[in-house]
């Protein structure tokens, strides 16, 4: 079992359940970005841990199959993780970087692309999030699993 990702030892709905967890978190960053709670890029996301790590309530590491490869990147989430997980703070890997880009409201024509490798989502104003509530379990479900960074996919719409 230690072997298995959470896909395989949850069963028949593993697959409905990958896709309710996507569109939970497509909704958590959608409902967090008009509020001002995303943080997007690597040196954002590290500055904004060093400030106030009690206010981040999810962090996203992304990368697409190409990039898996690439030592500094990998030193970077390493990094993350670590402090994340010192201070209790959900981590997703996510797959498929174009859907996040496009979740995030997309490149602008003439702007710099977007550093998508590391998303904090922080707290809102607004009540509970039950889409937010949803990927919190999924990140908890998963380390129950010994799996402790998760990865989703972010299917194509």
């Known amino acids: 079992m230690c072997n298995m990702t959470f896909e395989e030892t949850s069963g028949e709905n593993s697959t409905e359940r990958m896709d309710s967890v996507s569109k939970a978190l497509e909704e958590v960053i959608s409902s967090a970005l008009p509020q001002g709670c995303v943080t997007i890029g690597v040196y954002e996301a590290a500055k904004s841990l060093n400030v106030d790590p009690d206010n981040v309530v999810l962090c996203l590491l992304a990368t697409d199959e190409e990039q898996v490869e690439d030592v500094a990147l990998q030193i970077h989430f390493t990094l993350i993780q670590a402090f994340c997980c010192e201070n209790d703070i959900n981590i997703l890997r ?45 990140c908890r479900d998963s380390r129950i699993l010994d799996q402790w960074v998760p990865i989703i996919n972010l299917p194509d719409r």
């Not at 880009?101 to 490149?107: K, T, Y």
């Not at 889409?131 to 919190?136: D, E, F, G, R």
């Open 94 to 138: 996510v797959s498929n970087m174009r859907r996040l880009a496009e979740i995030l409201g997309g490149v602008k024509p003439g702007d710099e692309p977007m550093d998508l490798h590391c998303v904090l989502v922080t707290k809102s104003t607004t009540c509970k999030d039950p889409a937010l509530s949803k990927v919190n379990r999924f």
